[in-house]
T-cell receptor, first 113, second 116 residues
Framework: AQTVTQSQPEMSVQEAETVTLSCTYDTSESDYYLFWYKQPPSRQMILVIRQEAYKQQNATENRFSVNFQKAAKSFSLKISDSQLGDAAMYFCAYRRGAQKLVFGQGTRLTINP | GAVVSQHPSWVICKSGTSVKIECRSLDFQATTMFWYRQFPKQSLMLMATSNEGSKATYEQGVEKDKFLINHASLTLSTLTVTSAHPEDSSFYIC????????????FGNGTRLTVT
């Protein structure tokens, strides 16, 4: 069974600085999707970024970018120029095709003003 | 963008009663909907996968007679917590996806259930 591991229960960063959230996963598949979701205090799940495993290029969405290391099964999220609104729980997730989305344990990110 | 509406946002019920939570895709047809449960400070745990017109597929350990799921149309899935008990108190979140396997999941706002 696929598993997703986020080894950092909590992280904090100074406003305007850069922070990287770690995620590793375990799968025997070669074609799959990886996601980072943000869950602010409102509890709404918001898709931050997604990566197709067949793409070698790392996905980027404005201040958010990933470091996808397929061989190492690593999928970290880098947030640049951190803003107070980035404070939230961040979940890494894995999905193969139409199968279910498997979430990591989450990392609580605090932004210090 | 695709919007998933979940109702109610919060509900308080007495032990022994049943509660129904609705999940609607407002501007797209969702062939598949997923129901998650989230305990405080924990991750989302998938409870069941609901496909329109067929029986839901429950994850191991989830009581299908306790958590009734109905996906009668391409825009509506319901989760009914039957004979609720205080341990059923939790945050329930639905998500929906169109038939295209490449499409992302769209999440509802969640429902906070408190059983007294």
């Amino acid at each position: 069974a696929q598993t997703v591991t986020q080894s950092q229960p909590e992280m904090s960063v100074q406003e305007a600085e850069t922070v990287t959230l770690s995620c590793t996963y375990d799968t025997s598949e070669s074609d799959y999707y990886l996601f980072w979701y943000k869950q602010p205090p409102s509890r709404q799940m918001i898709l931050v970024i997604r990566q197709e495993a067949y793409k070698q290029q790392n996905a980027t969405e404005n201040r958010f970018s990933v470091n996808f290391q397929k061989a190492a099964k690593s999928f970290s999220l880098k947030i640049s120029d951190s803003q107070l609104g980035d404070a939230a729980m961040y979940f890494c997730a894995y999905r193969r095709g139409a199968q279910k989305l498997v979430f990591g344990q989450g990392t609580r990110l605090t932004i210090n003003p | 963008g695709a919007v998933v509406s979940q109702h109610p946002s919060w509900v308080i019920c007495k032990s022994g009663t049943s509660v129904k939570i609705e999940c609607r895709s407002l501007d797209f047809q969702a062939t598949t909907m997923f129901w998650y449960r989230q305990f405080p400070k924990q991750s989302l745990m998938l409870m069941a996968t609901s496909n329109e017109g067929s029986k839901a597929t429950y994850e191991q350990g989830v009581e299908k007679d306790k958590f009734l799921i109905n996906h009668a149309s391409l825009t509506l899935s319901t989760l009914t917590v039957t004979s609720a008990h205080p341990e059923d108190s939790s945050f329930y979140i639905c998500s929906a996806r169109v038939s295209d396997t490449n499409s992302p999941l769209h999440f509802g706002n969640g429902t906070r259930l408190t059983v007294t």
